[in-house]
């Protein structure tokens, strides 16, 4: 059996600013994910994947497109894919699939359509918020969340002393019922009570958490000991001065004790355990209903999260790895083969566009760039993160491009760059850029990034016949007599 007889199901969720070693998977031992750990025992755990853009809405662009964010020229959280970008839901629901996605999508405008039939939204901020389903059914409830609002919105200008000395870290004023990643679930459920049980069913799922303000309900906010915490690989006990140069955050973190962090730690865990409860209900469901077999699950996250890392939190500064490497685990339909657990290769997250197609049987559009996974016998001799950290006016772009045992950073100028021995300095912490016996592996890396850029993935061609014009009189004439009524009268053919 294949995947044109099949018409594989796929369920994909989409986590918010997680982590990759912050799953048991992935060998954190104190965090509590038993289901996404079960899910990753029967599927395959992808352990070098990388974000291609740390930032919400381009990362989720990238994503869907198959497309780098200097093509599809979405740079911002406020920015909308060009209409007529190709999406492998786009794809998918012209190949007959039922396409639906729940959650957050964060797109602008917030229902944009990029190929999902029917759209049910629970937005963090931007345009989506109280013009989104999850808020209104708050707003019936005469509820709102609070630190939500003063976290993403301008209320944070007044927020309390309180808020920043404990960095946004406090436990929901709304109960686990009310609370956005319960209802996701709940929603999530709905959609899948009206799957086709022939198959052909595409869900997206995206959770707002773990994202800032890190807030999970109870009895999540009161699972985990923060004294009993760990921090995870790479943190120090202050910010390293080129990272302090960068940009001072989006808190000030040289207030950042261990303790803090440890408090901090014990919410974020707490946010991903509930996904994972969440992530649970789903299973059951597909199990109950005879659909799991039969569908391609999928885990991963837009980009990472600092947690500690350099003494920083959430995102915004280097392309360090806890930021660009995310999650990715992929439980396959049971007609395809899967010879590997644990995939140790390179890939970038425009890639699960190339897979989930390549699944389904259906063939990928031209302009997409991702590669497949499981379907092809290599992975990426490097992966690509860019960001766009200026301003408008004054924009700073950086970029990465990592192998397996280096990594360049580049921010603003090649004379603004940072090259890593990972094997040696998997923190990377020590400046390899001006140490002349790492001159040819530098050099390499510079070629590729040059190649990637202007070469191998360069700006695609954008067609709209229908945008917004300005016609002189004679040519509305012109257009409303018809050109082939005018050459019929006129001219005859060779």
Not at 159 to 170: H, I, K, P
Not at 175 to 197: C, G, V
Request: glycine share 8%; proline share 6%; charged share 20%.
């Amino acid at each position: 059996m294949n995947a044109l007889t099949n018409r594989p199901n796929v369920l994909l969720i989409l986590a918010d600013q997680h982590r990759q070693d912050c799953l048991g998977c992935y060998g954190n031992a104190e965090i509590r994910t038993p289901r996404l750990d079960a899910l990753a025992g029967e599927g395959v755990l992808y352990s070098n994947h990388y974000t291609v853009y740390p930032v919400c809405t381009p990362s989720r662009y990238s994503m869907l497109s198959g497309q780098y964010a200097h093509q599809h020229n979405a740079w911002t959280n406020e920015s909308t894919l060009p209409s007529g970008t190709p999406t492998f839901p786009s794809a998918m629901r012209a190949a007959g699939y039922r396409t639906a996605a729940v959650g957050k999508m964060h797109f602008t405008p917030a229902y944009q359509d990029v190929g999902f039939d029917t759209m049910v939204l629970c937005e963090q901020n931007g345009h989506g918020r109280y013009e989104d389903d999850y808020h209104a059914w708050l707003m019936e409830e005469g509820l709102a969340d609070r630190l939500d609002l003063t976290d993403q919105t301008s209320w944070r200008d007044s927020a309390s002393e309180s808020y920043f000395q404990r960095f946004g870290a406090f436990p929901s004023d709304l109960d686990a019922a009310h609370h956005s990643t319960s209802w996701i679930t709940r929603q999530a459920l709905r959609q899948m009570e009206r799957w086709d049980p022939a198959g052909g069913n595409l869900l997206m799922v995206g959770y707002v958490k773990p994202h800032h303000p890190f807030d999970p309900p109870a009895p999540y906010s009161r699972l985990y000991d923060p004294r009993h915490l760990t921090p995870l690989p790479g943190y120090t006990g202050q910010i390293p001065a080129r990272d302090l140069e960068n940009g001072p955050g989006f808190f000030d973190y040289q207030g950042l004790t261990l303790s803090r962090l440890q408090e901090v730690m014990a919410l974020y865990y707490g946010s991903i355990t509930q996904i994972d409860d969440g992530v649970g209900e789903l299973l059951d469901f597909l199990r109950q209903r005879g659909f799991y077999d039969n569908t391609m699950i999928i885990y991963t996250s837009d980009h990472g999260e600092y947690m500690g890392y350099h003494h920083m939190l959430l995102k915004g500064n280097y392309l360090y790895d806890p930021l660009a490497r995310i999650p990715l685990i992929i439980k396959y339909p049971s007609f395809c083969n899967q010879p590997r657990k644990k995939d140790e290769r390179l890939f970038e997250n425009i890639d699960l566009s190339a897979e989930i197609l390549a699944c389904c049987g259906i063939e990928q559009p031209s302009g997409m760039c991702g590669r497949t996974m499981l379907f092809s016998d290599s992975g990426r001799s490097y992966v690509f993160s860019e960001g766009q950290y200026g301003t408008d006016r004054r924009p700073c772009i950086s970029y990465m491009i990592r192998s397996a045992d280096y990594k360049l950073l580049v921010h603003g100028s090649f004379q603004r760059s940072l090259f890593f021995s990972l094997r040696d300095d998997p923190d990377e912490l020590t400046d390899l850029s001006g140490d002349p016996s790492y001159s040819e592996p530098l050099s390499l890396h510079r070629q590729e990034l040059i190649q990637r850029v202007l070469f191998e993935a360069t700006g695609k061609n954008y067609c709209d016949p229908e945008a917004p014009q300005r016609l002189s009189q004679s040519v509305q004439d012109a257009r409303a007599a018809g050109l082939q009524g005018f050459l019929s009268r006129r001219f005859s053919p060779f």
